[in-house]
């Protein structure tokens, strides 16, 4: 059954309404869904690979308008993959099965998907955890998740340059780029959703544009502009903008002019609990003290080469 934590609890980071407005905005648009995400898949689907598994229903959350669907039709024996979007304009270009909803309100029963994947949406919930018990609950036993959030430092050139260009032009700034997690927070909220062998680690991917304004343009077509619950309400000063621009390209410009973005992907992995599943060591438990390991490393290493 779908999650039901009290959402009033929760701190309202982002405006999920407006979200899915600027969703529905791209997907009117059209075109191309962007870079950015055909990434992310492209490395959610390598990941995929290395699992010796057969994974039948699939879920595929942050479906958008189903370009990337084809990276993960048939591969590890996936038979239905059913998407998951938050707006109903870019679910309608999704060649199916999808289904509109909110990744807050999974609307998925329990035990009866053998895979989900969370394709780079999760980190604009309010409620990343309580997404992460739904999908939990959602798995069958010994069922895996495999996800990807934007994290770190994402955007940090994005962010330094709207900074500075508010603060000069307007005295003050407001929050132009969302929050992202840390690495740390992501292993706590997998071991805190159940997750079972939990797996996180992060990729960190440097992209290049011709241009400023470029980016920025790919973040609105692929709705992921700012939803800040506490934006500022007036838009963007074109001032502000341009002068942003310009910083960009004076401090993260590449000999041949094109200006880099740095996206921080953390990836996560973890099973659902089920009998007869390998289980970690408890802390401590271990017989072998790391010094031992290392002089027998040692002794088997001959003169002159070095064992790291």
Known sequence: MPYTGAMSDIIQVFDRALLRRRRDRAARAGGDHGFMVREVAERLADRLDDVLRSFPRALLIGSR?????????????????????????MAARDPGPVVVADEERLPVADN????????????????????????????????????????????????QALTQAEIEIDGGLS??????????????????????????????????????LKLMAELRMIGATNALADRRRSPLKRAVLMRAAEIYQQRFSRPDGRVTATLDIIHMAGWKTATGQPQPRKRGSADTAMSDMLARIAAQTPPGDDPR
């Open 112 to 159: 009866s998907v053998d895979l989900a994947i969370g394709q780079f949406s999760l980190h604009w919930t309010n409620d990343l955890p309580g997404a992460l018990i739904q999908i939990e609950r959602a798995l069958v036993p010994d069922g895996l998740f495999l996800g990807a959030i934007a994290g770190g430092n994402s955007l940090t050139e994005l962010r």
């Open 175 to 212: 929050p132009r780029v969302s929050p992202f997690a840390q690495l740390i927070d992501a292993a706590g909220l997998m071991q805190r959703a159940g997750f079972q062998l939990p797996v996180i680690d992060v990729d960190t991917i440097t992209l290049a544009y011709p241009h400023p």
């Open 65 to 89: 308008d189903g370009a990337t669907r084809p990276l993960f039709q048939g591969r590890r024996g996936i038979e239905t993959l059913v998407g998951v979007e938050l707006s109903e304009a």
